[in-house]
């Protein structure tokens, strides 16, 4: 009569924001961090310190769990393979895993289902730089090189004028590549859904994301001005998309609006920085909603608690005491919510995210960015600071 | 320029949501815990297993702490004073806990303040039964008896209809005892504020709250019909005692609404029962609000996030095994929220909260009186289930 153990292999920041969902559903939440200092480590008791791309290491970690699932895309998909076999459900399981770890995969089974998507081609290894001409040829400049696995954050992606070289490089380093037309989108959208094993789905508003050099460096809950139908497409493709790959938990799909309409940019299974928004924002969090999918109970409400939620992610900046500014922040605007994720700060990575709520668009938008930006602090803001204080 | 680690002494579930809290701000938190299945050991890493009532233990799981705040009030006064003269800020201190730990030293605090309290007196050793006679004489029966040191959720409170014996045999057995007026009150209310160190303060929207046999088992936030001027003065009263008792941290005061005007009932110096409706009906939760509050920082905007939010406590029932039920409450209502503490399920413990946000009230008590009675359990809603499926 114990309530379950849900493990999570992986120890970052989702992970960490996940047990303050397990705290309050009862659940007890496991966590497979590379190192005792990871984000998740510092706040959950139950750690087993290991390398989650080793069968070993994973296998030892799920010995006990009720259900295992993850807080990245990186765990070798033979691996899931092999819990599975063992009898130990991985929610997402191996099969719908794959869509998310491999952007070849995801591209050849979305087109399959007629969802749509940029133009894309698998580089060959002979010849690529004339394969990549025939394919600027036919779609336009510049090009979009992707490594087919282990990417984030802008990371395994390269946005090339043409044939340069920069292929034949990374194809010599190992990396298997894609290409991709660039797509001259009009912003950037994300539907976030959630799907249990029973087949209950549930979706998020559908939100703008804005990115900066390829990090997610803003959210805005729902969508400015997206109309109707447009929401209501994105919603639909993305529980679509969950029930074809038979997704168990989130899936965020991540959009790109264009003239014609949505273009499917990238799938991620798992709590996702688009849905950061949500832990003050909605009725139910993505990390209890997630909690609830893998666990097969029935789905939260996703309805907002404002009629805007903006949230901002707090980049390491030159200055990397945060906590000390902690007292400008909050004094400056009480109902701003500050999310650490005790991280050593390091100058331009994610180190925690800021929410603010409201009526007013501009507004809360102004008050997120305010707050992330002097949470980061940095030449910019210091500057910024001293010409208001003239 | 690590963030401050906070050591909360007690491991309730008072410890287990703050960890909620301190997960986001990004602050250690550390629990002296008495054992290590407590409800705030079971989510915290960094657990010290000992006994808060010993000065050895307390001393021991201080080092190392920035600042030391309370889950309850059973520290001893002395070993407070202790921490406090090696130098450790302890938040709220001695002095001021000191009303909390001790209903008399509280009593004749707030009457010297001019704060309405109901009459009450120190029951003597020697011919208690004749005190309380010519007290009842002056004031009415019942008589309300209760042990000036350690009691809570109605333990340490006796009603006695007059002198009968009762005080005598808890004299006999080392208690010591106060009596007061019986206060025949409309309601009961609570006033929740926090206050800073540098002095700021800030105020919750006042509560009702519903006793059954002196536990709280409901609190309908704001309290219904309530005039904006018995508000003002419930939250101006909490405040100004916050202030002249120089509070640090959260301070309940529960009230009665008598036909003329409010008197105070208890104090409490930490988060509370009264405030578990801010996790999902607030900015800022009472958990996190304490948490800035000792280490000051400015305070969390108190805005509620809907027009009426209820909380209900679960009390453990016939069935312990609570998490079967989870998918009935949660299929029924998808957006009541469900806080369970890790606690082993006893009959009437209080082993979790639900709470349910709207604007039609009585809609949002019955939500969240369902999903209490659901997930204890028992005879009688076994009955009313057959009853409404027959």
């Known amino acids: 009569m114990e309530p379950p153990v849900v493990g999570m292999a992986g120890g970052g920041q989702l992970a960490r924001m996940t047990q303050q969902a397990a705290i309050a559903l009862g659940v007890s939440l496991r966590v497979l961090a590379g190192a005792p200092d990871d984000s998740a480590a510092k706040v959950v008791p139950d750690v087993r310190v290991g390398d989650d791309r080793s069968r070993d290491d994973l296998l030892a970690f799920a010995k006990g769990c009720d259900v ?50 940029p133009a894309y081609a698998h580089v060959p290894p002979s010849d690529p730089e004339a394969f990549l001409e025939a394919f600027a040829a036919e779609h336009g400049r510049p090009l979009v090189l992707k490594a087919t696995r282990g990417g984030y954050d802008g990371k395994g992606v390269w946005i090339v004028d043409g044939p340069d070289g920069q292929a034949e490089r990374l194809l010599a380093e190992g990396v298997d590549l894609m290409v991709e037309q660039y797509v001259p989108f009009r912003r950037e959208l994300a539907a976030l859904v959630a799907r249990s094993p029973y087949g209950q789905g549930a979706a998020y508003p559908v939100v703008e994301t804005v990115q900066e050099g390829g990090i997610c460096t803003e959210v805005i809950a729902p969508a400015p001005g997206l109309s109707d139908d447009l929401a209501a497409e994105a919603q639909s493709l993305a529980l679509r998309v969950a029930d074809e790959l038979d997704v168990v938990g989130l899936l965020a799909v991540e959009l790109f609006e264009t003239e014609t309409g949505l273009l499917v940019n990238e799938l991620a299974m798992r709590p996702h920085n688009s849905g950061h928004w949500t832990i003050d ?30 949230m901002a992610n707090v980049l390491g900046g030159d200055d990397p005491d945060v906590y000390s500014r902690y007292i400008h922040v909050m004094a400056h605007d009480p109902a701003v919510k500050v999310h650490m994720y005790g991280k050593e700060s390091r100058p331009g990575r994610k180190i925690g995210h800021v929410t603010a709520l409201g009526a007013d668009l501009d507004g809360v938008r102004e008050r997120a960015r305010h707050a992330a930006d002097y949470l980061r602090w940095g030449t910019a803001m210091g500057e910024k600071v001293k010409r208001e204080q003239k």
């Open 281 to 310: 924002g909605a009725r139910t969090s993505q990390f209890e909603q997630h909690l609830r999918a893998v666990l097969d109970l029935p789905l939260g409400s996703t309805e907002p608690t404002a009629p805007y939620t903006v």
């Open 68 to 117: 295992v699932t993850f807080d990245h895309e990186h765990v070798p998909g033979p691996h899931i393979v092999a819990l599975e076999e063992s009898g130990l459900p991985c929610r997402p399981g191996s099969a719908a895993l794959a869509h998310a770890q491999d952007k070849l995969v995801m591209r050849e089974r979305l087109s399959g289902l007629g969802v749509p998507c």
